[in-house]
Nanobody
Framework: QLQLVESGGGLVQPGGSLRLSCAASGFSLEDYVIGWFRQAPGKEREGVSCINSSGGITNYADSVKGRFTISRDNAKNTVYLQMNSLKPEDTAVYYC???????????????????WGQGTQVTVSS
């Protein structure tokens, strides 16, 4: 059974950091493009970042550029999202998603992904 499991969320003060992990089970991530998405209450799910299968191409939403870093460790079958300088507006449930494509790029469109994790809550508050 293909499964993605997010972890690493929690409560952090503004300016703090968190590292989210997206671990895959039942399949190897190395042929998959991975995206991180978030959804705040009352808002649509938005693409935060993505990374292509080789890890050589990444993409970020303007709202997180320079603060978030996506990376992957195919040996550990895990993708990470390092989040620094967190702001209250980063508060949301964060999801990782996967699609089996060896694209030369990646996209932050929810419709492109067909495997989703259950999400992890990130709350930025003093």
């Amino acid at each position: 059974q293909l499964q993605l499991v997010e972890s690493g969320g929690g409560l952090v003060q503004p300016g703090g950091s968190l590292r989210l992990s997206c671990a895959a089970s039942g399949f190897s991530l190395e042929d998959y493009v991975i995206g991180w998405f978030r959804q705040a209450p009352g808002k649509e799910r938005e693409g935060v970042s993505c990374i292509n299968s080789s890890g050589g191409i990444t993409n970020y939403a303007d709202s997180v550029k320079g603060r978030f870093t996506i990376s992957r460790d195919n040996a550990k079958n895990t993708v990470y999202l390092q989040m620094n300088s967190l702001k209250p507006e980063d508060t949301a449930v964060y999801y990782c998603a996967a699609v089996k494509e060896r694209w030369a790029t990646c996209v932050r469109w929810t419709g492109a992904y067909n495997y989703w994790g259950q999400g992890t809550q990130v709350t930025v508050s003093s």
